[in-house]
């Protein structure tokens, strides 16, 4: 039987490459997009900054005063929603041509269900047809399911592939913060650390001790909410987040996103 696979294909500096690729001379300089492109304005803050950039700690959700001091000589830009539309369309145009469940997350993001025996095959191909196509860089993770393929991406960046896999998962991201799980945030991370939990090697043995106490404090909201939050990629019937999951090396099912919208130009819900 072919295995099936989840590919998350995140373009590189999505906003500053759309930039550079109308304005080639910005090629390998900092660039800082937000706001109208003006650091002086107030309440401002950075969309995106170029790889450039972020070497002088420049961050998205930064302000852009802040970003300025940071970074004085970098190029200011204001954010053009109508390019990164159209680029994106692009590129999601491309990624459908290939013949396999796509579900767009946002611009720069979507997540691609294949059963295919080289899953690496064909993210050096999806990388390569993307850049020849539209100009643009993206990196791809590799999994069995969202949670793992998105953290993978993070491995991969820029410009590379990375698989995550049960086989070195634990390998990988025993030693690694608990916050380095997609969902879990500084709120989540500081209850669990009042556990004792600090690593997600921990979070697994705490799984193996009693999977209540810490399903319980992994889904506790996060952000304000009254509800606990839902990973995006669980059964109807389960509550636990996709950090619970991928620490007791359980798999996903997809059933389409679970926040209150459909991602954009996303096909029919799949088994991806």
Same mark, same amino acid.
């Given at each position: ?14 906003? %500053? ?9 910005? %090629? ?23 790889? #450039? ?24 830009? #204001? ?19 290939? !013949? ?18 080289? #899953?690496?095959? &064909? ?7 993307? %850049? ?53 945030? #500084? ?6 650390? !009042? ?10 043995? !705490?799984?193996?001790?009693? &999977? ?6 992994? %889904? ?17 019937? @389960? ?6 999951? @991928? ?8 059933? !389409? ?16």
């Amino acid at each position: 039987m072919t295995p099936r696979w989840v590919l998350h294909v995140d373009l590189d500096q999505f906003q %500053a490459a759309v930039e550079v690729r109308r304005r080639p001379e910005l %090629a390998g300089l900092p660039i800082i997009v937000g706001g109208n492109g003006d650091p002086n304005e107030p309440r401002n803050v950075v969309t995106c900054a170029s790889y #450039p950039a972020r070497k002088f700690g420049v961050h998205a959700g930064m302000p852009l005063r802040t970003a300025a001091r940071k970074c004085p000589d970098a190029t200011f830009l #204001p954010l053009d929603t109508a390019a990164y539309d159209e680029a994106s369309e692009g590129v999601m145009s491309v990624l459908r041509d290939f !013949g396999h469940p796509v579900e767009v997350w946002g611009w720069d993001e979507a997540y691609v269900g294949a059963e295919v025996d080289s #899953p690496i095959a &064909l993210a050096e191909q999806i990388r390569e047809v993307i %850049a020849g196509a539209t100009e643009l860089s993206c990196s791809v993770g590799i999994s069995d399911n969202k949670q793992r393929a998105k953290v993978a991406t993070g491995f991969g960046k820029p410009a590379g592939i990375y698989q995550l896999t049960d086989e070195n998962w634990m390998a990988v991201m025993g030693d690694r913060e608990v916050d380095a799980l997609w969902g879990v945030g #500084p709120k989540t991370a500081k209850k669990l650390a !009042g556990m004792g939990i600090t690593t997600v090697a921990d979070l697994a043995t !705490g799984l193996g001790a009693g &999977l209540r106490s810490i399903e319980y404090v992994v %889904a506790a909201p996060d952000h304000g909410s009254e509800r606990p939050r839902r990973a995006p990629s669980l059964t109807a019937s @389960s509550i636990a987040t996709c950090a619970v999951i @991928s620490v007791s090396g359980r798999g996903m099912t997809t059933r !389409g996103s679970t926040s209150r919208s459909r991602p954009r130009n996303s096909q029919p819900p799949s088994t991806y």
